[in-house]
């Protein structure tokens, strides 16, 4: 395994965004297994800090060359600088635009539910008036 960076710049946040999530994700379940291990009773104290300290920053570290190494893997890397490459092209809405789409799919919403509600509104006053049920 080569420590360096394949196509270095290229698709620069991507790759970090990924790496840190990843990170985080790998630092909770350090912290979950910190928690498991605080919890078994060891013979010693010095023994129970030790491992309960040491064996989630050893988890961490090897999942840290993982995720370096996924993040520089050239199949992975190049899918992430295509990803950002793509996410540049793309036309974002305007911040009105998107008020206005919010507030039409709002109203549509309410005024669907009107209509539902009185259609089962009346549903249920022929079943239970006309029909008897």
Known sequence: MKLEIYKRGQGKYTR????FGWAIIAALGCVALYRQ???IDFASSK???WVSTMV???V???FAILIF???NKPTIANFMIDAEGEMKKVSWSSRHEIFVS????ISVV???AAFLGAADLLFAMFFTDVIGL
Request: net charge negative; hydrophobic share 75%.
């Open 47 to 49: 023994i129970e800090l």
């Open 60 to 62: 961490f570290a090897i």
């Open 56 to 58: 989630p920053v050893a």
């Open 16 to 19: 970090l965004g990924s790496g």
């Open 102 to 105: 919010t507030v039409v799919v």
């Open 69 to 71: 190494w996924l993040v």
């Open 110 to 112: 309410v005024i669907m």
């Open 37 to 39: 291990l605080n919890a």
